[in-house]
């Protein structure tokens, strides 16, 4: 899904782009080989993930881990990139996450946007921000507001983002493989 979002979304091999969350690699095992070299980023907090993604997935789908770079670390410093981001995405990160640790997340990569640059994000959606009510979703998932994992209203992060210092609109896309809502993040 991240790669063809992506490139529905303009992505062209000599971007640089920004992978948040990249987990086990999935996404980076298509666009490490659509991207140019050393222009793929990955972020990750959860090193036994990265691990598992270098040692497993890229090897299986033929990709060399070193036509990327990868920042590990649990507080989203992204300060070793030389680079600032075309392109970034979280997918399905911020169910993962409390609303600080999406503040951080979003100010540290809203912080190494290139201008014009974009950040995408998708999320488990609720309607109301004064709903403290489970969700129960098609795919089976049932989501929660105060526990993992987290659905938030896009009133509520589109308040975070401004916080911040971004601008969040949402995003017309129904592709998401969980049916979470889209987002775009922007420099305010």
Known sequence: WVYDFLRRQGLR????????GCGSLSAASRLLRYME????????????LFIAGSQIELPRAGVRVELGHFIINDDFDLSESPHAFDLAIASSLFRRLPLNSIARAVAGVVRHLAPGGRFYA????CASASSFEPIAWPNGTTTYSDREP????????????EVVGARAERVEDTTHPRGESVMVITRA
């Open 150 to 161: 987290f659905h938030y209203s896009f009133a509520m992060l589109a308040a975070l983002a």
């Open 13 to 20: 091999p000599d971007h640089y782009m920004l992978d948040v």
């Open 122 to 125: 998708s999320w488990p959606d």
């Open 37 to 48: 070299p050393s222009h793929y980023w990955g972020f990750e907090k959860n090193v036994e």
